[in-house]
DNA sequence: GCTGTTTCTTGATTCAGATCAAGGAACGCA
DNA sequence: TGCGTTCCTTGATCTGAATCAAGAAACAGC
């Protein structure tokens, strides 16, 4: 996985075409955005961008998982959000960049540079609509971890991040095994979680006990009783779709 | 204040009009957006909307304070949103309502229905992009929530709700005194910040104590020591414009 | 003003998760 | 194949905020 070379991919070939903000897009449009894109690679732990810093490009995530966090006076951190393959980072019309952006795996971005990328919004309803859609669809996840954050205990915290990544399915393989990789550390998932890393250890612990999943090596996580995760949510199961 | 009729404002007069969805639409756009328009008032404590239930209206907050809030299985509750005017609920695209949309005080819509409103955002761009902001003013407002919600002390937790409560200065006048009228009960503050209603009000006093606020009425704030309070909100003074 | 209701305060106790403290397993690299 | 490092687990203890439990103050309606 780590040789694939994304410096040089062509729009139509993009895995995160018909998602991405280029997503609407018919030919014209994709061949313009394709003459002002470039790539950039990042390894796992670098810094993307820092909070503060003037805001020079924008980008969507092509391959890899990085996070957005925030920081108190005190080196307190809380991770605000996780960008998987298709989300978008930075926002016309911001100068400024508002959080800490990491590469918590090996990252691939298709970057724009800011103040061309903001005359083409400006020209293409395509482009100005998708990311509407992908800001609505952020908003919605924060509020989500809003509840998370304010009201679930440790247990349900680590259910609802199972389940997440199992209906967001980061592997991409289709077929029956319920087989997850872990795209962080305990460390960085109790960031995520506002715990702190023995926390998450010992939960991940009582539900593989408990027999609801099992855990092999660092990363890997098998979910073995799916009612009884999404049980251990504690979300109330009406106003949505089953999926 | 709860005898104004704002049942039959004029767009021109309104006292949103620079800052709602409508703020940077000219005249022609305004007297569409005023065709389309219906007012409607909720009294303290109604509900406006459910989760889940179809999404028929979209609107402009003009008059008072409404929250929006989720709920897990078993009841507990989570305020992830606070709506000032000027706020817009309800997005375009959406067609179900994704939370609890409730009036904190007396509160007034202006209303639109969503169908042909989205027709508007379509042809205007002028409304999409000022939705656009408005969205991506809340995600920021989401964000700084959540690293309160997962890292902050619940004496952070009051120091930064009255420091925004005195920065957004919901009372409208500006002349020097630092009296701020708490929208909300012990118990909707307690619910906004993830805490409960007795450490809410443990911390006030606290706070009162030590003479950085003090409390008269139910309701009633002034801070007496700004530098003490915002010291207290654990925020990194770095990376933002003193107001 | 009086009265009932709602909202707020304060105290005692409990408990979930943080903190402190060792080890131990997994993985990268030579 | 072993060695060093990073990451994870598990145990003991502590603590901030929740919970349980009365009262007291503020406000609304008569």
């Known amino acids: 996985m780590n040789k694939l070379n994304f410096t040089a991919v062509r729009c139509n070939e993009c895995p995160i075409r018909h998602r ?97 990328f903001e005359q083409l919004v400006e020209d293409t309803p395509h482009v100005a609509q998708r990311l509407m859609e992908l800001a609505l669809d952020e908003l919605d996840a924060a509020r989500d971890w809003m509840l998370l954050l304010g009201r679930k205990t ?36 109790a960031n995520y979680l506002g715990l702190t890393l023995e926390t998450v250890s010992r939960q991940f612990n009582a539900l593989k006990k408990e027999g609801v999943i099992t855990l092999s090596g660092r990363k890997e996580v098998e979910v073995i009783d799916l009612l009884a995760l999404r049980e251990a949510t504690g979300d109330d199961a009406d106003g949505g779709i089953l999926s």
């Open 20 to 116: 991405a903000v280029c997503a609407r897009c018919d030919d014209d449009e994709l061949s313009l955005l394709e003459s002002m894109k470039t790539y950039k690679n990042y390894s796992a732990g670098e810094i993307i961008m820092w909070r503060g810093e003037p805001l020079e490009h924008v980008a969507s995530l092509v391959h890899g998982v990085a996070s957005l966090s925030k920081t108190l006076e005190d080196g307190r951190t809380q991770m605000v959000g996780l960008l998987l393959p298709s989300d978008f980072i930075g926002r016309p019309g911001r100068t400024q960049v508002e959080f800490d952006v990491t590469a918590t795996t090996d990252v691939t971005l298709c970057r724009f540079e800011r103040k061309p």
């Open 154 to 189: 440790a247990r349900e915290k680590i259910a609802t991040f199972i389940d997440m990544l199992a209906r967001r399915k980061i592997s991409a393989d289709e077929n029956g095994d319920h087989t997850l990789e872990m795209p962080m550390t305990r460390d960085q998932i």
